[in-house]
């Protein structure tokens, strides 16, 4: 963790999840199989900067296949 604290890039923060929908797409771009697309609210910034709302997906580098529940809050 302090190496990613003392890194230029990246971001720290935590959000809750407001919306979680199944799609066929990831960034705007058809995707093989499927993958679910989350909604963020950014509650609190640690390091970075961020709009209130980050949209990713769980099919990806950061988050893949990660349990994301709706109404759930995470770092």
Do not use: H, M
Not at 33 to 59: C, H, M, Q, W, Y
Not at 65 to 75: D, S, V, W
């Amino acid at each position: 963790p302090c190496s990613f604290y003392q890194a230029k890039e990246g971001v720290a923060f935590v959000g809750t999840i407001t919306d979680v929908v199944d799609s066929n797409e990831k960034y705007g771009q058809p995707i093989k199989g499927k993958a679910r697309k989350i909604t963020i609210k950014v509650d609190e910034i640690f390091k970075g900067s961020l709009p209130n709302e980050v949209i990713t997906s769980d099919d990806g580098f950061s988050c893949d296949n990660y349990p994301f529940k709706l109404g759930g809050t995470y770092l």
